[in-house]
């Protein structure tokens, strides 16, 4: 313990407080991590590769995918690693570097969110318009902001939390360096900085969730004024994927960084954060995918076209 104590490493306690359970929980984990990374990769190259998806809306889904993708690389490749090891540890500076990725990714995503919800109330309330309202140019200052949202919140939040200072036990309840459950072990008062957190964190949902409501309150509006049936089908269709993954994602954000900490107990806190970090992940292309007409098609497409050439060599063989 006084090794322990006198190390700059952090000792992380893991997902799971029964152990038995390791290695179908692993096995759990490891499958979610490979089907989530394989879809937003498919769904970034499906993007890249169809003339048809090369629109605004599907521009702002790729970077949702490029996201994604490197929110659970954030936290889970260590998970896994921590769960067949005996060494849990993870350095100061790998502690650090952790939390200011996951505050990039899960800021960026909030923002991006919002913004794919603007898309969505131009593409609905003003297609004519919307060539122009969304061009290539816009599309690029969007996606930028949102990345630069989310560094934001990265590069303000993360030196305060690693220059609290830390002693005694180094051990973290939790499976990632989640800032409340590092600030746990300060041994300084951090009320102050936790109630400047938590107003950062309320902006940050806020500034989003109030664009969502805007825009599908305009939507709706626009929706029931339609006289077309198709016209209200495809409507419905085209923001239902995005409204299902607002929910979802915004739902546990709101869980871990608004709800007061009294309501709160590191089981749940634990589950809520495996729910957004690993699972969510592994929903978001699903869903866009699963749902989208031109999506399934483009993967078909590709499909087919590697079929036939593997006939092709085949036969050449």
């Known amino acids: 313990m006084k ?109 991006l969110l919002g913004l794919m919800a603007y898309d969505r109330y131009v593409a609905v309330c003003n297609p004519l318009r919307y060539p122009v309202l969304m061009n290539r140019r816009v599309c690029l200052l969007l996606a930028a902001g949102a ?24 051990s973290i309840n939790h499976f990632f360096c989640e800032i409340p459950a590092v600030l746990k072990l300060a041994c300084a008062d951090t009320s102050l900085y936790e109630t400047l957190m938590y107003i950062c964190c309320v902006l940050m949902l806020l500034i989003p969730i109030s664009i969502i409501s805007t825009s599908y309150s305009l939507i709706l509006l626009t929706v029931h004024q339609m006289c077309s049936s198709e016209g209200r089908k495809k409507a419905f269709t085209t923001c239902s994927s995005h409204l299902t993954v607002v ?18 107990t590191p089981e749940q806190d634990k589950v809520v954060s495996a729910f957004y970090t690993i699972v969510t ?37």
């Not at 090891?85 to 790998?94: A, D, L, N, Y």
């Not at 990345?147 to 180094?170: K, Q």
């Not at 929910?247 to 709160?264: C, D, E, N, R």
Request: net charge positive; glycine share 6%; with cysteine.
């Open 3 to 111: 090794n322990i104590t006198l190390s700059s490493d952090f000792i992380l306690l893991g997902l799971l407080v029964n152990n038995k359970a390791t290695g179908i929980v692993f096995a759990v984990i490891f499958a979610i991590f490979v089907v989530a990374v394989t879809a937003n990769l498919v769904m970034i190259f499906l993007i890249q590769v169809d003339s048809r998806l090369h629109t605004p809306m599907y521009f702002l889904l790729s970077q949702l995918s490029i996201m994604d993708t490197l929110f659970i690389c954030t936290t889970v490749p260590k998970l896994l690693v921590d769960m067949v090891s005996k060494e849990k540890t993870i350095s100061f500076v790998g502690c650090g570097i952790q939390i200011f990725l996951y505050l990039t990714m899960i800021g960026s995503e909030f923002f």
């Open 147 to 170: 990345w630069f949202g989310g560094s934001l919140d990265g590069f303000l939040l993360t030196p305060i939390t690693m220059n609290v200072p830390y002693c005694g036990s180094r």
């Open 247 to 264: 929910s979802i994602f915004y739902g546990a954000a709101f869980y871990t960084y608004v709800l007061p900490q009294s309501f709160h």
């Open 281 to 317: 992940p592994m929903l978001n292309p699903l869903i866009y995918s699963l749902r989208n007409k031109d999506v399934m098609g483009a993967f078909k497409k590709i499909f087919s076209q590697y079929s036939s050439v593997k006939k092709v060599s085949t036969s050449d063989a």
